[in-house]
């Protein structure tokens, strides 16, 4: 399918990067969880797990774009069900972040882990119902929204580890 072989490479590269920080992520997770803390799974499920599946789901759509594809409709129809489910994912986690008793988020928390995820799913089900009428476009959303939930997968891991770190095991020194 014309448009989608100019895009091999960068999907190879960040499917590649997603399922290695997929596995990392479980190390860590594992390497955490041996300082359990009292409300950890509610957090868990607020922060730690969300960012799996933002990592899953460059995973699937680096994947899913390296399909071989007759028409752009069917891809399209693929990464528009994967945004609406993403968004309505987000719902869950904001609801999650706002109950959970373990951590307060600030503001970067909010951002980071909720709107810019967000707004990544968004812009995949926008590029379905637009991909027909502007192809390119949507493919380069498509290639933005897929890069844009690696590198919040990065940051959101990289925060809990340093919350972990500097903040939890400070904590227990006292």
Known sequence: MPGFE????????VGAAAGALIGLQFVVMTLIAER?????????????????????SALFLSALLRVPWHELDSAALAWGLTGLAGVVYMLIVGRRMRTQSAYRPDAEDWICHLVLPLLAYVALAIAAVVARSHPEEALLAVGAATLGL???????????????????MREGQD
């Open 6 to 13: 100019e895009w091999e490479s960068f999907y190879v590269i």
């Open 36 to 56: 359990p803390q009292l409300a950890a799974p509610e957090a868990g499920a607020a922060f730690a797990t969300p960012t799996v599946v933002h990592f899953g």
């Open 150 to 168: 690696l590198f919040i997968g990065i940051h959101n891991s990289w925060d809990t580890i340093a919350y972990n770190v500097f903040v939890r």
